[in-house]
């Protein structure tokens, strides 16, 4: 079904605001992603990020999943690295509408999209995943990453 006003082309995508969820803990931050090539903003290393940022196109195809490519920069201050990612993952809808898109960012360089049209993911009814809550954790860095420092010993 059309509504008037509205082009072919129009009715094929879905626009939603987006917003990043870092859980890669402690000294590492996403300071630029893009979703579907829409710049999503920055987003910490642990917890939410710098708010909604409008808009995102998502094409909506009947009865195939809905994809959404992300492409982010990591930043980890305490070593000075900077790494670009990407990655190309299904949208999973909390509920049978479209709602804020969320961008999860996860240890080992992945992502999980979600969209929420009741819930954000501080609520504990959120159907992504878990908010991160409490102090972050030292980020665990991969085999092809520069390690941490080692931990100064305190007299």
């Known amino acids: ?13 879905i626009s939603t605001s987006v917003s990043g969820v870092g ?3 402690r000294m590492t931050g996403i300071p630029n992603f893009y979703v579907n090539g ?9 917890g939410g990020g710098g708010g909604n940022v409008c808009c995102v196109s998502l094409k909506r195809i009947p009865h195939e999943p809905v994809m959404a490519t992300v492409k982010w920069r990591t930043y980890r201050s305490n070593v000075e690295e900077s ?11 909390a ?16 992502v999980e ?8 993911p501080e609520s504990v009814d959120y159907a992504g ?27």
């Open 129 to 155: 995943p878990a908010y991160p809550r409490g102090p972050a954790p030292d980020y665990a860095p991969l085999p092809n990453e520069k390690p941490n420092p080692p931990a100064e010993i305190k007299p």
């Open 113 to 120: 999209v979600w969209s929420s049209a009741r819930l954000a």
């Open 1 to 13: 079904m059309f509504v008037a006003g509205t082009s072919q082309a129009q009715s094929e995508t």
């Open 95 to 110: 509920e049978n509408r479209r709602g804020y898109l969320y961008v999860h960012f996860l240890p080992g360089n992945r």
């Open 83 to 93: 790494l670009w990612h990407e990655q190309t993952v299904v949208v999973n809808f």
């Open 23 to 25: 859980h890669l803990g």
């Open 38 to 46: 829409q710049w999503g903003g920055a987003v910490r290393g642990w």
